[in-house]
């Protein structure tokens, strides 16, 4: 039994919960909040036993074994290296930092206190996104990858009315290649590598952050072609397109339905799963790891997400994206 503590409870906590509590070995025992009453009325829901309200008292405790990470981006890097300090592993959502000398920071505390670090991207986790892995070769020669990723947030009518909510606010580290674009670039990267060159624009709000972007990645024989937004909905699904077929995905950031449509007409249905439970997966490959003595995930490594960190601050740097977090 895994013992976990939680730091932000937001909606992503709540889901995370939800599908946690499915998996045998995970227990939640603790629950942070900045006040008293959020915590204690968040961990009488989920029926934790311990409350904390202050983050270095929480990582200190021999109450948790490891914690998971909801806060905003800009938070994540000190509060992982907080907790990996002190023996604990940590499962932090994604983006896992705000650029790639933040990563560097946080996988080398990982590593000398011989604790796991894991980016809680589940996408990559998921059985159908092992599906596209195992059937990539149905394509053929692969020349273009195609992902759009728009979703109109729901903090956006109060950005337009005049408020200042974390979602479009700069010193969190966010926006929209940060939130959505990310569910884009890491099964690309996962797939193909890292791409030769990057093109990139974005549509830059009043507040810093970019409320949409296109990129264009260049490999040695192929392209990929990535849409993301905040600011509007797409309904369009994404694609690997080979030589001999090309295989469509209908959510990139949680696949449902993955078909390959072969150039002579024929259709084949390679989905795996459709479980609705799509967290779960993330909290088995985490567990696992942890009992199985490794700090690393074979899954989401280390070395993916320096690689598609790599890629998110050469987009920002093109599109004129910069947080406070840079600078320090």
């Known amino acids: 039994m895994i013992r976990f503590g939680i730091i932000g409870t937001n909606w992503i906590t709540e889901e995370f919960l939800r ?22 009325e968040f961990a009488l829901k989920h029926k934790a036993t311990h409350v904390f309200t202050d ?44 650029n790639t000398t933040e990563l560097k920071k946080m996988i080398s505390s990982a590593t000398q206190n011989n604790v796991l670090l894991m980016e809680a ?26 992902s759009s990723y728009c ?18 606010n700069p010193k969190f580290s966010n926006g929209s290649l940060m939130d959505i674009g990310v569910y884009c670039i890491y099964p690309l990267v996962a797939l193909f590598g890292v791409p ?14 970019d409320g949409a972007g296109s990129i264009t990645m260049h490999y ?16 369009v699904s994404s694609e690997i397109q080979g030589e001999a077929g090309s295989i469509v995905i209908d959510k990139i950031s949680r696949p449902g339905s993955v078909m390959v449509h072969y150039k002579d007409g024929s259709t084949e249905n390679i989905a795996k799963d459709k479980s609705e439970d799509a967290m779960f997966y993330e909290v088995d490959e985490f567990i696992r790891t942890i009992k199985s003595g490794k700090i690393e995930s074979g899954v989401n490594t280390h ?24 600078s320090k």
């Not at 939640?28 to 909040?33: D, I």
């Not at 030769?196 to 952050?209: F, N």
């Open 19 to 40: 599908c946690a509590n499915l998996h045998g070995d995970f227990k939640l025992e603790a629950v942070y909040s900045r006040t008293d009453e959020k915590a204690r």
């Open 151 to 168: 979703q109109y947030s729901s903090r956006y009518d109060l950005y337009k009315a005049g408020k200042n909510p974390n979602a479009f």
């Open 196 to 209: 030769e060159s990057i093109t990139a624009s974005a549509t830059i709000l009043e507040s810093g952050v």
């Open 303 to 326: 070395e993916l997400a320096l690689q598609v960190m790599g890629v998110l601050d050469e987009v920002r740097r093109l599109s004129g994206i910069i947080f406070p977090a840079d």
């Open 220 to 235: 040695e024989d192929m392209d990929a072609i990535i849409i993301h937004g905040k600011i509007t909905n797409s309904y």
């Open 55 to 98: 983050l270095e008292e929480m990582a200190k405790s021999d109450v948790i074994d490891a914690v998971y990470i909801a806060t905003p981006n800009s938070f994540h890097a000190e509060q992982s290296i907080l907790f990996l300090n002190n023996k604990k592993h940590v499962l932090c959502e994604k983006p896992i930092a705000s």
């Open 121 to 146: 991207m589940k996408s990559t986790c998921l059985p159908n996104f092992k599906a596209i892995q195992e059937n990539l070769d149905k394509a053929g020669k692969v020349r273009r990858y195609f």
